[in-house]
């Protein structure tokens, strides 16, 4: 299988393959690099119906001597093919004028389209790790002649959701709002749209905690943002969850590394988690049990989703 890496080396030679298979879950690393090898032709043709492909490419480009083809989601890689589909991958790669690129969420590499493209061909886009990310703001931030401090990148990072396409947005929303070449923490909070898990972190701090004005002041933002209810309450129950099982795993001896593989989070997650873990396991227990509670009761028409909020923000305070 080919890796970004060898796409890179093509986009900076201008020397494409005549079909590429593009798929992965990092899709907004996929669009850039869509965006970048769209930059070297001028006729262009973007659809999910192979059947306008084959026909296109039957016939010279009026306006270019080249053409690029970007087909998403034909499925075509996941189903057994048609002749004339096999034969028309066998003519793409037969011509090295035209470039033909598949991006499919899904594929079967048993399939014998599929292993007719052959490794060099296929490129996933894998999700990104907490470092990559930090890595790629870091070159942002450079060539931008700006500075974040390592453990502000992370704070940006794990506000934007790890999420790559958000990253992208929110960091050029900093760049252009920050005129000092150093973007502070207070920058980030400032100036950067947290996401929903990133809010209800908070939530959970407070209610763990106790401080009733703030966590409702947060859950306000919440709804006004117009989270449902019972989408909050299931990020409340994961988030209690995973500081049961940081708990759990921490009196095992076992490394940041170790929880954040286990617990499928990443580490600078795992230990902005450790400052809040200093609370009896059973109150953990008592809230995700009320959690289960009120989110049958809210399903069943028991009592309304507002009302199961108050009390569950209100009974950690109850021994």
């Known amino acids: 299988m080919a890796s970004v890496q060898d796409l890179n080396k093509d986009i900076e030679s201008k020397q494409f393959s005549p079909i ?40 010279k480009s009026l306006v270019a001597k080249k053409k690029l083809y970007i087909l998403k989601d034909t499925g075509l890689f996941n189903k057994k093919a048609d002749d004339q589909f096999i034969n028309f991958l066998a003519q793409q790669f037969k011509q090295n004028l035209n470039c033909c690129i598949f991006v499919e969420d899904k594929i079967n590499r048993t399939l014998k ?14 999700k990104l790790t907490e470092a990559q ?35 992208v947005n929110e960091l050029t929303k900093l760049i252009n709002y920050v005129s000092r070449k150093q973007i502070l923490l207070d920058d980030v909070k400032e100036v950067v749209s947290r996401s929903t898990r990133s809010v209800v972190f908070d939530l959970v701090e407070y209610i763990i905690t106790q401080q009733y004005e703030k966590a409702f002041d947060v859950y306000d933002k ?21 500081l049961y099982q940081i708990k759990l795993l921490q ?16 580490p600078f997650i795992i230990e902005k988690n450790f400052n809040i873990c200093n609370f009896p396991t059973s109150k953990l227990v008592e809230l995700m049990v009320k959690c289960n509670e009120f989110d049958w009761k809210i399903k069943t ?16 305070g109850k021994e």
């Open 133 to 167: 990310l930090v890595e790629f703001v870091s070159s942002v931030l450079e060539r931008h002649e700006k500075k974040m401090a390592k453990s502000v990148i992370k704070e940006f990072v794990e506000q934007c959701d790890y999420d790559y396409n958000t990253i």
């Open 113 to 126: 389209q599929t292993q007719a493209l052959g490794q060099n061909s296929i490129i996933e886009f894998k």
């Open 251 to 266: 009196a095992e001896n076992y490394s940041v590394y170790d929880i954040a593989s286990a617990c499928d989070s990443k």
């Open 222 to 242: 919440l709804v006004l943002k117009k989270e449902p209810p019972l989408v909050i309450l299931f990020l409340i129950y994961k988030q209690l969850r995973l």
């Open 301 to 316: 028409g028991q009592i309304k989703d507002f009302v199961a909020m108050e009390h569950l923000i209100m009974c950690s």
């Open 20 to 59: 590429y298979l593009f798929t992965g879950e990092e899709q907004g690393l996929i669009t850039q690099y869509l965006n970048e090898i769209k930059a070297n032709y001028k006729d262009i043709i973007e659809t999910s119906d192979v059947g306008v492909v084959i026909e296109d490419s039957k016939y």
